[in-house]
Every structure is written in structure tokens, then in C-alpha cells.
């Protein structure tokens, strides 16, 4: 079955981290980008961060740039996201997501069901 | 940055109607831009990359237009399963999505 499911979510005060992992099945993992895309309670989307099949290009969005890193091991079928110094507004539901092509930048046909990211003391 | 711009917000409309959603573009992005649909408590699905290339199994009701800075997903008759969010996606540059726009029962 093709799928992907993230985990290591939960709940973190301000300024601790978190590294988040996906397990990706049925496709062939190094042939594709990965990304991470989050979901705040009840607004929209935001790109968080992706990765190109060898990692050798990566990228960030603004609000996470020096605190999150992104990485993936092909051999493990395995994408991560590793977030330092977490704030309250960290707080969403990331979701793992394939890119419709090897490079990073392109679209997400392939989503995980998310895992939750709570931030708060 | 890229900002992408949705309108409307929320649209109301019923089963069978022709329903159309606009998304801008702060700059040209060519014709890399998604479409995307969520329900509620789902992961979103992608409909149409590429501006106007319908991804494999979604019905053939969904299409896209556009290119530059101007783009429409067009749902030809609206069915009960198509009452959701939808956004759109430009990935010129990295990417960013606009801000939803709900289709709710009329």
C-alpha cells in the first residue's frame, strides 16, 4: 500500500525540541522529494520545509528557517524534521507529503495523516 | 515572497451548480500552481498540477486554468461529496499556499 506515516509528535514546552519522523511504503522513496507541510487548529496550510531526492537541495520557509532542519535516510525509507527552540506558534498538525517530482520544488501527491505538535508550558 | 491570494473566502452553493474559484498570484509563477481539497480531519488531496493537469482518479468535473498571475479550478457540476476546502499551491518559488476557500451547502 502507498502510504506515509509521521510520528514523534506530542506535547513540548517553549524552547525544547522535537524531532518529527515518516515512514514512507509503496513507492519508491529516492525517486521523489519530500516535504513537510503544517496545519494550525482551524487555519490553512503552510509549507514548512522540503528536501530533493538526494538531498542536495533543500529549502525552508521564513518562519522556520535556523530552528528547523529537514533530512531523509533513502535506505530507511524515511523522511525527519528535526525543530529546535519550538515556540507556541509551532503549534499544528505536520504533515509529511511526496513531491510529484525529484526535485524541490513541485506539488504533494502523496499526503500522511499528520501527527500533532503542541507547544505550551 | 510569492503571496497567493483566494477568492472568495467561503462560496455558497448547491448540488449541481457550476462552482469557480480564483487564485492570484503577488508575480508570475508560469503554470506552477496546485489545487488541492480537504475535508474535515483529512489530509488535503491533490485535484490539478501544473495549472490545468488533472491528477489520475480524480473526476473529470475538476479542472484548472490559467497562467501568469490569474488561475480558476472550475467544479462543472457540484456533487455532495465536493462540499469542502480547497487551496491552491504555487511552487515557482519553494511554495505557499493560499488561504482556503470553503464551498458550503447552500
Known sequence: ?121 | DIQMTQSPSTLSASVGDRVTITCRASQSISSWLAWYQQKPGKAPKLLIYEASSLESGVPSRFSGSGSGTEFTLTISSLQPDDFATYYCQQYNTYSRFGQGTKVEIK
Open chain 1, 1 to 121: 500500500e502507498v502510504q506515509l506515516v509521521e510520528s514523534g509528535g506530542g506535547l513540548v514546552q517553549p524552547g525544547r525540541s522535537l524531532r518529527l519522523s515518516c515512514e514512507a511504503s509503496g513507492f519508491t522513496f529516492d525517486d521523489y522529494a519530500m516535504h513537510w507541510v503544517r496545519q494550525a487548529p482551524g487555519k490553512g496550510l503552510e509549507w514548512v520545509s522540503g528536501i530533493s531526492w538526494n538531498s542536495g537541495s533543500i529549502g525552508y520557509a521564513d518562519s522556520v528557517k535556523g530552528r528547523f532542519t529537514i533530512s531523509r535516510d533513502n535506505a530507511k525509507n524515511s523522511l525527519y524534521l528535526q525543530m529546535n527552540s519550538l515556540r507556541a506558534e509551532d503549534t499544528a498538525l505536520y504533515y509529511c507529503a511526496k513531491g510529484g517530482l525529484v526535485v524541490v520544488i513541485g506539488y504533494f501527491d502523496l499526503w500522511g495523516r499528520g501527527t500533532l505538535v503542541t507547544v505550551s508550558s
